[in-house]
């Protein structure tokens, strides 16, 4: 099943069409894949829409239209989005949105994520205005319905690092478990053009953790944003020791004998919320969506931009979209 845009989202669309021709040889038994030149970026929609809705708001000045129609979001996310093209300079884009609250983790563990407050009334109208001017300058945009985005971007790193470099940026540090030889996660840092570009070496520099290490440890820690627990009384401080000790939650459960009464009590009390918080935390690489590299390659639509710009009022933006990186 793929996705194609109908309007501002992509939706599943049953009929297959042709794919772009991957670049492969093949020797022996096993396949050797020859990378292209192919850069692919895959955008945390809804990170950047909140982290720019924040920042620009906390002043209590939020941008509007003479209409009054709020757009302080979507400008803000439009200075971020283009920072990121010209420092990473990809030659296909993609961004991924959340399609509602209720996914197949709310239906596991009714909790989910249930301490986070509705998103402000300003922000609101912003979901879909966003849809909209990423579509007019010639992006897809990809979601599904009972599904994050954080799995769609999975999905979509696991298709097209097959043959093609993948760049994620998020602000979300669950991603750095699709850390991968062809993805490389770009956290977005406090400041302008401030990332940290991880890949395995930095993960385990920085962090002590290989990708898949990153959800056990979501397992025993739990995690407030989220809200679920994990196992109650064991932090940060104690899964990543248990980890180093032990490298995943099938070693630690192998050697529940070896581990200190107090540790070993909390885990065997909250066997069921480890299994399920992993569950939680393991975001999916296997959805229903697909979008092909000739989608989603990186060709700026300016004329249809720019009049969707002059319709925000966003004057001040067209310039950047005369000097921003493009391939065609």
């Given amino acids: 099943m793929q996705s194609v845009k109908t309007g501002t989202l992509c939706l ?12 492969r040889s093949c020797f022996g038994l096993g396949r050797s894949v020859v990378l292209n030149q192919n850069k692919v970026m895959i955008v945390d929609g809804m990170a950047i829409l909140f982290r720019a809705f924040y920042a620009t708001s906390y002043s209590g000045y939020i941008r509007k239209t003479s209409s009054g129609l709020p757009t302080n979001a979507v400008y803000g996310f439009i ?12 030659s296909h884009v993609i961004c991924c949105w959340d399609m509602g609250s209720t996914t197949f983790r709310t239906e596991q563990y009714s909790d989910y994520k249930g301490n986070r407050p509705k998103p402000p009334v300003e922000l609101i109208p912003q979901f879909d205005l966003i849809k909209e001017v990423v579509a007019e300058m010639g992006i897809p945009n990809i979601g599904l319905v009972g599904y994050e985005a954080d799995d769609c971007m999975g999905t979509l790193a696991n298709q097209l690092s097959i043959d093609s470099e993948v760049y994620i940026l998020t602000g979300d540090h669950d991603m750095l478990q699709l850390v991968s030889e062809r993805v490389k996660v770009v956290i977005m840092k406090k ?3 401030n990332y940290a570009v991880y890949d395995s070496d930095l993960l385990m520099a920085e962090k002590q953790l290989k990708p898949l290490q990153v959800i056990d440890l979501k397992g025993f820690m739990g995690d407030t944003s989220d809200n679920y627990p994990g196992v109650r009384g064991i932090g940060e401080k104690i899964a990543l020791k248990l980890l180093l000790e032990y490298q995943s939650v099938e070693g630690v459960l192998e050697n529940l004998d070896k581990l200190p009464k107090g540790v070993r009590t909390k885990i065997e009390e909250n066997l069921e ?12 690489v296997d959805v229903p969506i697909k979008c092909d590299l000739n989608e989603c390659m990186w060709s700026l639509r300016k004329e249809a931009a720019i009049r969707k710009f002059e319709e925000l009022e966003f004057g001040g933006l067209v310039k950047v979209l005369e000097s921003a990186h493009c391939i065609a």
Avoid: E
């Fill in 12 to 23: 599943p669309w049953s009929p297959i069409r042709k794919s772009v021709k991957i670049n």
């Fill in 79 to 90: 200075q971020y989005f283009f920072d990121a093209i010209n420092t990473f300079k990809p």
């Fill in 191 to 193: 400041g302008k053009l």
């Fill in 273 to 284: 919320m480890l299994h399920l918080s992993r569950n939680l935390a393991t975001i999916k």
